[in-house]
Nanobody, 123 residues
């Protein structure tokens, strides 16, 4: 069974940093593409940082460019979202997602999702 479990969320002051983790199990993590999304109540889920399952290209939402980065530790089956210079508007539930290598697939299209972790940025 494929599982993704996010952790690392919490309350942080504006200007601070957080690192979210996405622990994966049930699939060969090294081959899978990972993406990060966020959602605010009443709004659609937003893709913020994606790695394509087709060609490995990356997408960064303008709102996080230069502040957020993604990484993977294949030995630990864990992906990370490093968030720096946090702003109150970054407050949201953050989700990681994964997909196997897939031919000609949209960059932020994934099959598996975690349950989310809350990030709150105070001003």
């Amino acid at each position: 069974e494929v599982q993704l479990v996010e952790s690392g969320g919490g309350l942080v002051q504006a200007g601070g940093s957080l690192r979210l983790s996405c622990a994966a199990s049930g699939f060969y993590f090294e081959d899978f593409a990972i993406g990060w999304f966020r959602q605010v109540p009443g709004k659609e889920r937003e893709a913020i940082l994606c790695i394509s399952s087709s060609d490995g290209s990356t997408y960064y939402a303008d709102s996080v460019k230069g502040r957020f980065t993604i990484s993977k530790d294949n030995a630990k089956n864990t992906a990370y979202l490093q968030m720096n210079s946090l702003k109150p508007e970054d407050t949201a539930v953050y989700y990681c997602a994964a997909a196997p290598p897939t031919y000609l697939r949209a960059i932020c299209d994934y099959d598996y999702w975690g349950q989310g972790t809350q990030v709150t940025v105070s001003s």
